[in-house]
């Protein structure tokens, strides 16, 4: 069964560095989401990207985000200056498009800043 | 008030009990309406979609009443292997492109 992964699982920063979040989606799949889960609290979306293109975001997706889907396969999360509230678990997800309503969620990478 | 609401338990119950979780919604216009299942440290994973005329999956059974805004998820027979946190999801619609609200999740715990 075809599934979403994510690279690294986990991943130590010192705040204010960068980070990149990596996540192959589902290959036949058109739609792609970032959600995020601090320890302890509910699943947030992040961003939704469609053709190439920011969708929709939500106000946790600040200036210090930012999404790129820099070939077929890929589709990365980066934050520019981490801050200790970013410490989370990053869920990427995909969606086939259509009629279809499932999202299907990667394993998730869990950042910790320090 | 939040998006989606659910009643954190956790619920103790005996294996093979019937449990039920509910789950209330503030946003008139949401279309679709789903339960999850995220064991501890793992992603969230669809358990079933939810439609107004009630569907059952097995041991599962969702109900959906737009009126009220709630939906509810029918465990019947809990094995060990239901313990779990279960997440009420809506959408806005229907199709790709719409984000996923999450409640807080029900943690239930299925004891011997």
């Known amino acids: 069964e075809p599934e979403v992964t994510q690279t690294p699982s986990h991943q130590v920063t010192q705040m204010g560095q960068e980070v990149i979040l990596r996540c192959v989606p589902i290959?036949?799949?058109?739609?792609f989401y970032w959600y995020r889960q601090i320890l302890g609290q509910k699943v947030e979306f992040l961003v939704s990207?469609?053709?190439?293109?920011?969708?929709?975001k939500s106000e946790i997706f600040d200036d210090q985000f930012s999404v790129e889907r820099p070939d077929g396969s890929n589709f990365t999360l980066k934050i520019r200056s981490t801050k200790l509230e970013d410490s989370a678990m990053y869920f990427c997800?995909?969606?086939?498009?259509?009629?279809?309503?499932?999202?299907?969620f990667g394993p998730g990478t869990r950042l910790l800043v320090l | 008030r939040k998006e989606v609401e659910q009643d954190p338990g956790p619920f103790n119950v005996p294996e093979g009990a019937t449990v039920a979780f509910n789950c209330t919604y503030s946003?008139?216009?949401?279309?679709?309406f789903f339960w999850y299942r995220q064991d501890c440290r793992k992603e969230p994973k669809l358990l079933m979609s939810?439609?107004?005329s009630g569907n059952e999956d097995g041991r599962f059974t969702a109900q959906l009443n737009r009126a009220s805004q709630y939906i509810s998820l029918l465990i019947r027979d809990s094995k060990l292997s239901d313990s779990a946190t279960y997440l009420c999801?809506?959408?806005?619609?229907?199709?790709?492109?719409?984000?996923?609200?999450f409640g807080t999740g029900t943690q239930l715990k299925v004891e011997l």
């Open positions: 946003n008139s216009a949401s279309q679709s």
């Open positions: 990207f469609y053709n190439n293109e920011i969708s929709e």
């Open positions: 997800a995909s969606h086939e498009g259509g009629a279809g309503e499932t999202q299907y």
């Open positions: 290959s036949n799949h058109l739609y």
């Open positions: 939810v439609y107004s």
């Open positions: 999801v809506v959408t806005r619609g229907t199709g790709g492109g719409n984000k996923l609200t």
